[in-house]
């Protein structure tokens, strides 16, 4: 199935993304950021319910300045004493959380809408892109913070040090060729209360005629992936 999630990624649809068992246990939406429409975030928003992100390059987040929040939040902490113990690390699915700032782009009004969010998010995968091929931009002349879409910053060795959501649709991304920045949303059920079960996203998968595909799989085909990359520069 990765190869079907490749080339939905390469045509700017969407994949359904499932981590893993032993972790979140849950399926999020993963969509091209460059390719996000507003019909695609009242999509995520109506069939996943989750958060709507945008996870982002490693690379690009350091070329556009763009911090972890806790580092935010610990640097503001010199000052207000209490948002260090408010920011302490204490997760129970990983060792630390992948989110950054929030932000709405400039040309939006509230920034909640449909049309806003997918204006932001577009915007936000189209500089990642110029800035991944050698390219300078200055984040801040487009974008505000805080905002409606929340960045999330994959870790520096995508699937070796950290492997969330956030790194698995980078990676799956990276592999397909394109920008590497991804609109994720967590799929969760009403009925439950809970995420939604892996059986039930599948369900939703082939109905929809959307690819569905592992976190195993995903790791196994971008180690493969780099591993070959690393050879054609030795």
């Not at 449909?114 to 300078?136: K, S």
Request: aromatic letters at 8%; one cysteine or more; proline letters at 3%.
């Amino acid at each position: 199935m990765i190869d079907e999630a490749l080339k939905a990624f390469r045509r700017g649809e969407p994949v359904l993304i499932y981590d893993f068992d032993h972790r979140e246990g849950e399926t999020d939406i993963a969509i091209p950021a460059v390719n996000v429409s507003h019909q695609d975030v009242a999509m995520m928003r109506i069939d996943g319910g989750g958060l709507i992100c945008v996870a982002i390059h490693p690379i690009a987040a350091d070329k556009l300045q763009i911090p972890f929040m806790h580092d935010v939040l610990a640097a503001a902490g010199e000052k207000m004493p209490y948002l260090l113990s408010l920011s302490r690390n204490d997760i129970k699915y990983d060792s630390r959380s992948s989110f950054a700032v929030w932000v709405n782009h400039r040309d939006t009004f509230t920034g909640i809408t449909d049309i806003d969010r997918a204006l932001t998010i577009r915007r936000v995968g189209e500089v990642v892109d110029m800035v991944m091929t050698n390219g300078e931009f200055d984040f801040a002349s487009e974008f505000r913070s805080p905002g409606h879409v929340a960045l999330l910053r994959a870790a520096v060795n995508l699937t070796y040090d950290r492997v969330g959501q956030t790194e698995l649709s980078v990676a799956l991304a990276e592999m397909a060729g394109i920008s590497p920045a991804v609109a994720i949303c967590e799929m969760l059920d009403a009925e439950t209360g809970k995420a939604l079960s892996k059986e039930k996203a599948i369900e939703y998968a082939e109905e929809r005629g959307i690819p569905f595909v592992e976190g195993d799989e995903i790791v196994e085909y971008y180690r493969d992936f780099k591993e070959v990359k690393v050879k054609l520069f030795i």
